[in-house]
């Protein structure tokens, strides 16, 4: 079954930083471009980050440029997100997604999500 | 920024047609595509490249497009497709670094 499963999440105080985890499995990791997008509470979806299937192009949301950093390790078939400085306004549940280049590069399969809660 | 406008909300009764549209300056150049979400639940995709359907989405969901605006249609809405959907495209330079969704439409069946 392909899956993707995040973890790491939980309560963090501003200013502090949390590494998120999103492990892959039922397909070949390591030929998928990758995403972050959360959800703060109550709101609509917002994408994160861009990572490609090698690591050698990543991209950022303006929200999160010089604060959060997306990486992966094909080996592990695992996608992470590390965050730092953490702001309330990060507080959101956190998923991965696969690009699917076959279906034109939409999201075709999303983790359950993880989530960050800011608060002092 | 770039921006993609959905209404907030389409109600409908059971076997009725949903509409529910995206508009955004770049949809002329750029695909779209549709997710629905339910509560307490990951997005699921619904729509490709416009109009495309993936495998297992049932036929009652298609998508079309007119210049700035994308529609994804449900003929005959179930009780089941209560849930709020969300589109999602690039601006115009059409890189990884603009994606954008839509603020999401909730669809009340009736």
């Known amino acids: 079954e392909v899956q993707l499963v995040e973890s790491g999440g939980g309560l963090v105080q501003p200013g502090g930083s949390l590494r998120l985890s999103c492990a892959a499995s039922?397909?070949?990791?390591?030929?998928?471009?990758m995403n972050w997008v959360r959800q703060a509470p109550g709101k609509g979806l917002e994408w994160v980050s861009y990572i490609s299937s090698s690591g050698s192009t990543i991209y950022y949301a303006d929200s999160v440029k010089g604060r959060f950093t997306i990486s992966r390790d094909n080996a592990k078939n695992s996608l992470y997100l590390q965050m730092n400085s953490l702001r309330a306004e990060d507080t959101a549940v956190y998923y991965c997604a696969r690009v699917a280049v076959a279906l034109h590069d939409a999201f075709d399969i999303w983790g359950q999500g993880t989530m960050v809660t800011v608060s002092s | 920024s770039y921006e993609l406008t959905q209404p907030p909300s389409v109600s409908v009764s059971p076997g009725q047609t949903a509409r529910i549209t995206c508009s955004g300056d770049a949809l002329p150049k750029q695909y779209a595509y549709w997710y629905q979400q339910k509560p307490g639940q990951a997005p699921v995709l619904v729509i490709y490249k416009d109009s495309e359907r993936p495998s297992g989405i049932p036929e009652r969901f298609s998508g079309s497009s007119s210049g700035t605006t994308v529609t994804l249609t449900i003929s005959g809405v179930q009780a089941e497709d209560e849930a709020d959907y969300y589109c999602?495209?690039?601006?115009?330079?059409?890189?990884?670094?603009?994606?954008?969704f839509g603020g999401g439409t909730k669809l009340t069946v009736l």
């Open positions: 039922g397909f070949t990791f390591s030929s998928y471009e």
């Open positions: 999602q495209s690039a601006d115009s330079s059409g890189t990884y670094a603009d994606w954008v």
